[in-house]
Nanobody
């Protein structure tokens, strides 16, 4: 079973940047599709970005051009570089490892963007 631990969240001003990390243990992530989701206060969890095992990426329209997802299989870690942050990016950010019927989630990290 894969365990995921997010880190790198915090308080940042509008226009600032943060880099989130998602460290995996208990299994290698190289064969998993890896996703980032976020859950704003009082709202549902939404897709942010994904990187497939072959390196292909996809993004939600709301973050295209501002966020970059990447993976370092050697370090067994997923990243999310977030630039030009907006107040509406405030949320708890979760990473997920997915392969077939297997789904593993982290506990989340809070990102707060203040104006």
């Amino acid at each position: 079973q894969v365990q995921l631990v997010e880190s790198g969240g915090g308080l940042v001003q509008v226009g600032g940047s943060l880099r989130l990390s998602c460290a995996a243990s208990g299994g290698r992530i190289s064969t998993y599709s890896m996703d980032w989701f976020r859950q704003p206060p009082g709202k549902e969890r939404d897709f942010v970005a994904l990187v497939r095992s072959n390196g292909a990426t996809d993004y939600a329209d709301a973050v295209k051009g501002r966020f970059t997802i990447s993976r370092d299989n050697a370090k067994n870690t997923l990243y999310l570089q977030m630039n030009s942050l907006k107040s509406e990016d405030t949320a708890i950010y979760f990473c997920r490892a997915r392969r077939g019927v297997l789904n593993y989630w982290g506990q989340g990290t809070q990102v707060t963007v203040s104006s």
